[in-house]
């Protein structure tokens, strides 16, 4: 199977390219985002040598599915899909910020309570939880948005006295990612998931607060099976979820978490399908559709290039 880890288009009207850890984002006349889906995967902050077939394609289409599901709650920067690893979309300017939203004590939230933290981004969290255990409403965690190492927590009055975001721009962006979670709540109950924890970005174009990157995605958010969740609350057993934790897990026990002197483990063709194959199931779950999977025959950069290419000269 073929995997699409690097790209170098030249779209026509192209200003500005940028590669970030999985996506690929081409401005066009500084006005339009071509977002490319690769099949590169990262975990601890570090890309893995080898790409997951299908992957891009995976998050491109979940993302997609939400953003336009969601459309009536906030206008979001998706204009079309041309290719299933590329989104083209508006070029707005993104917030400093980005807006994580949990109904779950888990995660990084977990380990700092367990060490005695009580408030999280301005946030007071109630005494005697355990961990897996729902919030008595979702809690809005924000972060930082670094170029270069790793988002930092910050609470809402600090992100608007440092001026990253004004508090009128804040209240709107609070109660988008309140009602897009709702949203991603009910659609995952659908299909027997509990919407664990995600995080949203936001950008402004035109004096408007937009949507913006992906949306409730493996990469993005956390999902727990509905079915027997309350059993393994009880029991105090970890839940079975959908993300990409599963990745972290096997590096984990291969001894690797990008620390100094650790080297990553060889990622075989047999383990990248695999997880590929985990992306599909993540994919089949959380729209509860069937996975059609594209044409990985040809050239998949020639294939990127032509439908990008022919949908510019539509719009």
């Known amino acids: 199977m073929k995997s699409l880890t690097k790209t170098s288009f030249h779209f026509a009207g ?9 996506r690929d984002v081409y401005t066009i006349n500084d006005d339009l985002l071509v977002m490319v889906a690769t099949d590169r995967i990262s975990a601890f902050d570090v890309i893995l040598p080898k790409g997951i077939p299908f992957k891009g394609q995976v998050l491109n289409q979940i993302a997609s599915k939400f953003l336009e599901s969601t459309k009536d709650i906030c ?3 998706m204009l079309g899909t041309p290719d299933p690893m590329v989104t083209v979309g508006l070029k707005c300017e993104g917030f400093r910020v980005e807006m994580i939203i949990r109904s779950i004590l888990t995660g990084s939230a977990w380990r700092a309570y367990k060490d005695g933290c009580r408030e999280l981004c301005g946030v007071t969290l109630p005494d005697g939880m355990v961990e897996n255990q729902r919030f008595p ?3 809005i965690t924000p972060t930082t948005k670094a170029d270069e190492g790793h988002d930092m927590n910050i609470s809402r009055d600090e992100i608007i006295r440092q001026g990253l975001v004004s508090a009128e721009d804040y209240a709107v962006m609070e109660s988008y990612t309140r009602k897009l979670f709702a949203r991603g709540q009910e659609i995952a109950a659908r299909h027997g998931l509990i919407l664990v924890d995600t995080k949203y970005e936001f950008g402004k174009r035109d004096g408007q607060v937009y949507l913006i990157d992906e949306i409730h995605t493996p990469d993005s958010s956390r999902y727990f099976y509905a079915e027997g969740y309350e059993e393994k609350l009880a029991k105090g ?3 079975r979820q959908l993300s990409k934790e599963f990745v972290r897990q096997w590096l984990i026990e291969h001894g690797f978490m990008n620390e100094p002197g650790q080297q990553m483990p060889e990622i075989t063709d047999e383990y990248a399908e695999s997880v590929s194959d985990r992306y599909i199931e993540l994919y089949e779950h959380i729209t509860g559709e069937s996975f059609i999977k594209s044409d990985d025959e040809g050239d998949l950069s020639k294939r990127i290039e032509k439908n990008v290419s022919d949908y510019l000269r539509t719009i």
């Open 14 to 22: 192209q200003t500005n390219v940028y590669h970030g850890k999985v």
């Open 75 to 77: 206008p979001n920067w």
């Open 137 to 139: 409403e979702p809690i």
């Open 237 to 239: 057993e970890p839940q």
